[in-house]
């Protein structure tokens, strides 16, 4: 027997339950995946809420995890038993001692990222590969704001942007989170919170604006960032965490300059075993290199991943956050 996160409604953190499950053997095409750990991110909080739909219920939760393969199903080629894998894109269920997932959304992890990294790392950090590197191809010398930038997908994408030459402008809630947002690249940092954040965006670029914006706070945020732009700049809308943009005007985009949108999500963009095998290959390529340093700030034991969605849903975590089985 093995033990699994599950949830029968939708609703808060006292809806996870932590239940026995029965070893399921994988089908053609699928790997089963005992997890040395598991991946704690924003979706699962939009799933366990209702906000995000699931399949059904009763439903597992999580999509990312890192461990060993211990089965594998017919006609999986590229993986064998004992391999140490990572997968970031797998059906609602990752929560869990063991995952039965698709084999073609796995990946053998390279000898220098260990299981915790890369369940830290893997949804985060080929978000932030698409994010700078395809949705806007970032070259150097731009300049971007980028929100929540002492969370997980912000803390790799401060780093990452540093390493790209890109002045990045990050969003943060305390002196703390900025101090940890700037160690990590952040050429500036606004407080969001307290700062009038588009006359902070004036005053640093000198009048300029930004390039982009990477904007995954959503509701709270969305006009400000469209007011932080140059004339056609783009807005990366790209997250919900303080719930969805909606009701928008499309002539606001003409209002405020020419602006272009786009609300992208790294299953649009890893759509194919091509492109996933050519972002992670990027993504590895940082972290072995050391550009990418992943800041695992927080372990919480898998029984207690609703106490890990609250620290996350209120603002407490910083970095990245993993659940132990
Ligand atoms: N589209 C995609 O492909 C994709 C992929 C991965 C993640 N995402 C999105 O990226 C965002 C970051 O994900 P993550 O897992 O790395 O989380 P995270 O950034 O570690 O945590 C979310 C952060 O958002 C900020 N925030 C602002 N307003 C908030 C509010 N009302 N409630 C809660 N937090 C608020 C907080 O930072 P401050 O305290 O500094 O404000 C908080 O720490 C999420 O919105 C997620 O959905 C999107």
Redesign the pocket.
Known sequence: MAKRIEFSRTGGPEVLEFVDASPVEPQAGEVRIRHQAVGL???DIYFRTGLYPVPSLPSGLGTEGAGIVEAVGDGVDHLAVGDRVAYAQGPLGAYAEQHVVPADKVVVLPDGVDCETAAASM??GL?VQYLLRQTYRLEGGETILFH?A?????SIACQWARALGVKLIGT??SPE?AALARDNGAWATIDYTREDVVERVRELTGGEMCDVVYD??GK?TWETSLDCLKKRGLMVS?????GPVEGVNIGILNQKGALYVTR???NGYADTRERLESMCADLFAMLEGGEVKIDIAQRFPLAEAGKAQEA??G?Q?TGSTILLP
Do not use: C, H, Q
């Not at 002492?150 to 912000?154: D, E, I, K, L, T």
């Not at 790209?238 to 303080?242: I, K, L, Q, T, V």
């Open positions: 991110n924003f979706i949804l985060k978000t929540a002492a969370g997980g997908v912000g943060v809630s989170k995954s706070v709270d790209f997250g919900n965490a303080s992208p999500s790294l996350l849903a603002r975590t």
